[in-house]
């Protein structure tokens, strides 16, 4: 396995690539990997025959208030994890060669899409991370890029950006991996305390429980809803962000739930922000 | 020569060309070409491969009040004239074709070089110009792109995006073609009556002038551009937009004339709008 710090560097070892007819995937991370990241890796062995972890905490896409300082990192570790699962280069770029310049050129998707969920509570973010992902797309030139599921949002903004700008290449979503208590795995669990930890259960407690009432019949968004809001509000420290029940190809409010089911919620346990979804089809 | 009007064809055609290791070129057009236009082709022609030039009259790049519907097309004579110059493909899309859904990601490169000259009374215009651009270069996944320098801002835009979203292919700026007079060439010329087109060589002959100024020894911009006020307001219709000396690089506005220069303006003739530029080196 290689570990590429330069684009130019990069590009010569997957143009070789592709020189022999081979496929490449590219599962773009912010490090600090787990299993949820493990599996991407997984899912991109199976599917392409190149495999390119990017690891880059890319600034734009933290607010200024936001945690970009104390973002955890490890490569040595996550070159290790890379490797057990057989990835073939990480990219580990530094800042100052993703951002030469000052940079002003942004890909943003507009509208409702990026202003709901998580795009409420971080403005600016979405555009930092469909300007980050085209910048790794044009680098990589991948036929395969694999998202997580876990951010649901950022996955319908990117196959919209892919679409509406015609890139070429095709984005697998990846299924939420989870602790064996049912907490989604993310990078930002590190941050809490034994105590927070338990309290954080609440989060995927709260979609099981939506889950079990819609299995029961309950199409009501605010019926289901309201139900989650109590046991999240179960955790002293939680303090809700939002709960929403959506439509998951556009993001827009559902008045009753059919067809394609997004719930999603964000939850502050102590100072960290954790998120969580479930996705589901019902009929139309 | 083929005319394409579908994204899947056009894509097909030039797989086809790439697995014979032929380099692309792209020559994007609105199309009502001119010889500026053909100089771009036979360019692309002593450059690359295969030629593609797509005609293509973007909307997002008009404003409410500009001339969308108005602006001349003329498909038949396009494709002859592309024809006698070697051209392999004219790519022709409808607008359901390049904006199948309501657009709402787009590319733009903020801050003063999209608000300075022509950014200034067109709003919007360079977002919409970049955003089909990158539409373009990811469908044709051209080698190299063609762009005449008549649109000089759009030249430097273009060239920051391309930099700065690490798109992989090669700009290549071409010199602005002229009418016998001194005309710059330009679709919108078309608009212009007998009086107008008379009057519409104040352009070039005020840039003339600031060259002559220049050779002469003059290094300060308000004198060349008072100079090239006066040249202008001989025309009765002439109605200057903007007389700017800037750094052709980035379009800052020049204290004094120095190192890579861009003379631009645009004048109003009648109802016509006109741009036009000189660029030079001089010392630093």
Known sequence: MMIINSIDKLRDVLDAQR??????GLVPTMGFLHQGHL??????????????????????????????????RDLKRDAERCDSVGVDVIFAP???EMYPEQASTFVSCEGAITRTLCG???PGHFKGVTTVVAKLFNIVQPDKAFFGQKDAQQVVIIEKMVRELNMRLQIV???????????????????????????????SQSLAEANRLIQSGERDPEAIINVMRKTIETAPSAQIDYIQIVDGRNLEDLKTLKGEV?????????????????RLTLPA
């Not at 062995?45 to 955890?72: L, M």
């Not at 919620?265 to 969580?276: F, G, N």
């Open 39 to 72: 599996s991407l890796m997984q899912c991109a062995k199976r599917d392409t025959d190149f495999v390119v972890v990017s690891i880059f905490v890319n600034p734009t896409q933290f607010g200024p208030n936001e945690d970009f300082e104390a973002y955890p």
């Open 173 to 203: 979503p990846c299924p939420i991996v989870r602790e064996a208590d049912g907490l989604a795995m993310s990078s930002r669990n590190t941050y809490l305390s034994e105590t927070a930890r338990k309290e954080a259960l609440v989060l």
């Open 94 to 96: 530094e800042v100052s």
């Open 19 to 24: 020189a022999n007819h081979k496929t490449i």
């Open 120 to 122: 409420a509570s971080r």
């Open 262 to 278: 997004l719930i999603a919620l964000a939850v502050k346990i102590d100072q960290t922000r954790l998120i969580d979804n479930l």
